[in-house]
C-alpha cells in the first residue's frame, strides 16, 4: 500500500469513526420523542452497525500507523461489517425514509445513514485489493444481520420498548402486522416478516458477491 493510499484511507476511516460517533451521540440525545432518540438508540441495528463499522475502521487505522500486515480474516471482516452497513443505508434510503416524513433527513441519520456507508464502502474498494476472500466465505455477510433478526424476535416477545409502546425495531420485523409472518397485505409492511427476512438475506448475498467481484476487478487493474 503506498503512502498516497495509506492517507486517504486514513482520512476514510477517520470519517467513519467520527460520524458514527457523532450521529450516535446526537441520535442518543435527540430526546424521548425523536426517532430513535435516547438510550433505545442502541437496540436499533443502524447504531450496531454505525458502531461496529466504527470498531473496524479504527483498528485499521491503527494498523496503518503500525505498518502492520492485514490477513484475509481481517479482509472478511470488514467485508461483513461493509455489507453490513450498506444494508443500513439502502434500507434507510429506500425502505424507512419513505414512511418517517419529517423525521428521516436530520443531521443524525444523515451521519449514520448516508457518510458512514457511504465512506465505508470507498474504503472497503481501496483497501480491500489488498485482501483475498474466498468467495465461499460471503456468506458470513449475513450473520450479523440475521443475529440481529434474532434479537428483535426476541424483543419482541419480551415485549421491550424500542420506541414509546412499539415493541419491534422496524415495520418489516412486526410479527403482530397484518401480514404476520407469513402473509401478506395492502398495507405495511405488505409482506410477512419471514419473506422480509428472506429477501433483505439474498440482498446481503448478492451486495457480498458485488463488493468482491469489484475488488477482483480492481485487483486486476491495480497488479
Known amino acids: 500500500m503506498d503512502r498516497k493510499t495509506k492517507l486517504l484511507s486514513l482520512f476514510l476511516k477517520t470519517l467513519v469513526v467520527v460520524c458514527a460517533l457523532w450521529g450516535t451521540a446526537l441520535s ?20 450496531q452497525s454505525n458502531l461496529a463499522m466504527a470498531a473496524v475502521c ?13 490477513g484475509n480474516l481481517w479482509y472478511l471482516i470488514q467485508l ?37 456507508p457511504l465512506a465505508a464502502i470507498a474504503d472497503f474498494f481501496l483497501t480491500g485489493v489488498y485482501g483475498n476472500v474466498p468467495k465461499k ?5 449475513t450473520v450479523p444481520p440475521l443475529a440481529y433478526a434474532v434479537y428483535a424476535g426476541i424483543g419482541y416477545l419480551l ?17 403482530g402486522s397484518p401480514a404476520g ?11 410477512g416478516c419471514v419473506w422480509w427476512i428472506l429477501a433483505l438475506l439474498l440482498f446481503l448475498i448478492g451486495i457480498g ?15
Open 80 to 116: 461483513v461489517a461493509t455489507v453490513s452497513i450498506t444494508l443500513t443505508g439502502v434500507v434507510f434510503c429506500f425502505v424507512l425514509a419513505p414512511t418517517l416524513g419529517s423525521f428521516a433527513w436530520t443531521m443524525p441519520n444523515v451521519l449514520t445513514h448516508v457518510v458512514v
Open 28 to 47: 442518543a440525545g435527540a430526546g424521548r420523542h425523536s426517532f430513535m432518540g435516547g438510550p433505545r438508540v442502541f437496540m436499533f441495528f443502524t447504531i
Open 159 to 175: 415485549k421491550w420498548e424500542f420506541l414509546d409502546g412499539i415493541h419491534y425495531p422496524y415495520f418489516f420485523l412486526n410479527w
Open 137 to 141: 466465505q460471503v456468506l458470513w455477510v
Open 209 to 223: 458477491c458485488l463488493y468482491l467481484k469489484i475488488l477482483d476487478f480492481l485487483r486486476k487493474e491495480e497488479f
Open 181 to 191: 409472518a407469513f402473509g401478506f397485505s395492502r398495507e405495511l409492511p405488505f409482506m
Open 58 to 70: 479504527a483498528y485499521g487505522a491503527w494498523a496503518i500507523l503500525k505498518n502492520r500486515t492485514m
